[in-house]
Structure formats: C-alpha cells, structure tokens
C-alpha cells in the first residue's frame, strides 16, 4: 500500500491536529520527528538504539547514499532498509538541497543541475528522473520530489522562475516514479517568503495529487518569525487529509512553533550535530556538558529525564567522556538528545489530544527559557 494519512483531531488551542500515517514499513504518529541517518546511519544509534527510543521513522540522504556507496549496491544489498537492518519507515531527501548546499560550480538547466562532487570533485549531474532512479533504488517509503531550494534570500524574479521550474521538475519525478503501490511521492513546495508565490507552488503541486507535501525553503538562516510567517500563509493551501513536511527543521520552539502552524512531520541534524560536540538539550535549555563547570557534578543532564542515560550516567561522566573523544559520550549524548526531542512531540500530541498545545507552548517556552513573543 502507498502512504495513507488519516486525521484524527484539531487542537482546539491552535492550528494544530493529531493524525496517523501509515507506510509500507509501520505506521506513525503525528507530529512527528524523524533522526537524521544521511549515510544509512543516525551517527552512533544502531537500529535497536532507534527502536527504544520509539522512533519510526528515519531520513536518508540521496545525494550521500548516491556518492557513497552508491545506489547500485544498496539495490543490489535489496535496499536501504535491509542495507542497514532498519525496519520502521524510512524518507529519503531527494538531493536537490545538497546539491545546493555541498556543492560548487552547479549549473541549473531545465534538464538538471550539473554540478562538481564534493568529495571527489568529478562532474555530475542530477535531474527528476536520477533522483527517481536512486530512490527506487533505496526502497525508501517517503520520497522526496527533486527541487530548486534556492539561496536565501532570493529576488522575486528568480524566485518565480525558480518555483515555476520546482513543478515542472515534481511533474517529471510523478511520471519517472516507479512505483506508486509501494513509495509515496511527496512535492516539496518552494516559493522563499513571497505569498503569492508560496500560493502557485502549493496549487500547483496539489493539481498533481500527491500523497504528501513538504514545505521546502525553509530553515536556510531566515528569522524564526519570517519562518513562522511563510507557514501561516503556505499550510492553508495544502490539502487536511495529506501529511505536511517542515523540511530541516528543528529546534524545540520550532518544532512547538510549526506543528501549532499544521505541520506534521519534522527532520533536523540538529540533536545528533550538537551531541556530538557535547551539547544537551534539556528541559531548562541546552546544556554544554563538556564544560568545567561539570567535572564535579554526578547529577544527570536533565533531572527531568526519564531517559536511561540520564537514570544511568553523571554529568562528570559524560563530560570526562566527550573531553577524551571516546565514542561512547558521543552515543550517551546523541541517545539523550533524541530522546528529549521525540519525547518533546509525544508531549504535543498529548497536548493536542486534550485542546492545550497553546498552553503546553507556554509551560515550554517559560521552562526551556525561549522568549515567548
Ligand atoms: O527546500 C528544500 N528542499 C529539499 N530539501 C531541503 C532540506 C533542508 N534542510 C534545511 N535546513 C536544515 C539544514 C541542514 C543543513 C544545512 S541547513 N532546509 C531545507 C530545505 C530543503
Ligand atoms: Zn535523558
């Protein structure tokens, strides 16, 4: 069966509603947020780590799997999935955004885009129907159709050509998708912080009916407000009865700040990036655990935590840990950060099953320490 969302209630408090997605590989809660595995790995997790953590549903990197170690040997593995011993669901990126952000020396053509290898430096080029190509070869659930997200910010002018292009390329990933039955398409609509042009991008992305769209352009250095305001002006074009997608995002106010604003599903390096360098995210705001001011303390990262890091290992631990750059801070740090994010979207839903997100919102904002505009 392909991607199934079915709604099951509006907060009454917001613009947010709880609702239930259904793939091939399981299905899932919404609001949601999805780790971040760009190279069949989310860095330090293994598949049980995932699992425990109730996470059901990961991201992939197209761009990266296609460098390394290439489509052909994941299809030839049997696909990600199996390739990586994951059996929850799995989105992929379509590689239009790495291309973007990785990559010099890119020319964008209404073919594709030719662009230099980040890592070898050799030529390639990338359209609709390899991006297709290598996302059937993955054997991802969600697939993401191949866009222009253009730099921030961008004039009028090229915006409106750009998105213009975006729908074209997303009619093109429609017809070069193979296989309906078993992968949802979903449209990625572009459109920077014009209106109007986030309205054509929308309506044209649901004149082609896909079974789910992403809100792309996003989370490329704008302001939070300019952020929250594309979202209230861009979710009402979209179809109740479809999943929305904030694509890299976020940060715990984002994360509240976009499902009040209807968004469902959410990706973000963010918890896994800032683990890794020792950082924490906790329930009075983020927490530096490398620190010296740690080395004496045997408490655990959040005492709000139920998480078997914080009920197991001190501060002074972890902190020793990431200063000698042993592996295992890195995995009681990352375990940690996920943990406290999709316990965060638990707690949202809970919110919006008892009409109280705006309130939640606030209890948050007040606690993590986030100026509540
Ligand atoms: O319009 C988009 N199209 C397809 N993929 C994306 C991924 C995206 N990820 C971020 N932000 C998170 C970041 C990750 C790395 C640099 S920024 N913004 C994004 C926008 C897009
Ligand atoms: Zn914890």
Known sequence: MAIRYEFIKQDKQTGA?????????GSFETPTFMPVGTL??????????????????????????????????????????????????????????????????????????HFRNHISGEKLFLSPEK????????????????DECPPYPASFDYMKASVERTSRWAERCLTAHARPDVQGLFGIVQGGEYE???????????????????????????????????????TPWLP????????????????IDGAIRGIDMFDCVLPTRIARNGTCMTSNGRLVVRNAQYARDFG??????????????????????????????FRLTTYHNLH??????????????????????????????????
């Not at 991006?131 to 191949?146: K, T």
């Open 300 to 329: 655990p990262i959040d005492e709000n935590c139920d998480c078997k890091v914080c009920k197991n290992y001190s501060r002074a631990y972890i902190r020793h840990l990431i200063k000698c750059n042993e592996t295992f801070g």
């Open 40 to 113: 069949a790995t989310v860095k330090t997790m293994s598949p049980e780590d995932l699992t425990e953590l109730n996470a059901k549903i990961i991201l992939s990197n197209t761009y990266h799997l296609w460098l390394r170690p290439g489509h052909e040997i994941i299809r030839e593995a049997g696909g990600l999935h199996k390739f990586m011993n994951w059996d929850g669901a799995i989105l992929t990126d379509s590689g239009g955004f790495q291309v973007f952000s990785l990559s010099d020396l890119r020319d964008i053509q209404e073919e594709g885009v």
């Open 196 to 234: 109007d042009l986030r309205k054509q991008s929308a309506q044209d992305l649901v004149s082609l009916d896909f079974p789910g769209y992403a809100v792309g352009g996003l989370s490329v250095g704008e302001p939070k407000d300019v952020m929250n305001r594309v979202l209230e002006f861009t």
């Open 340 to 373: 406290f994010l999709i316990e965060l979207m638990r707690k949202v839903r809970e919110a919006i099953k008892e009409d109280r997100l705006g309130d939640f919102r606030d209890e948050f904002f007040e606690s993590y320490g986030f100026n509540k505009p």
């Open 131 to 146: 991006a297709m190509d290598i996302q059937n070869a993955l054997g991802s659930d969600i697939m993401m159709a191949f």
């Open 17 to 25: 509603r709880l609702g239930i997605v259904h793939t091939p590989h």
């Open 240 to 255: 109740q009865d479809k999943p929305r997608y904030l694509m890299g995002v976020g940060s715990p106010d984002s994360l």
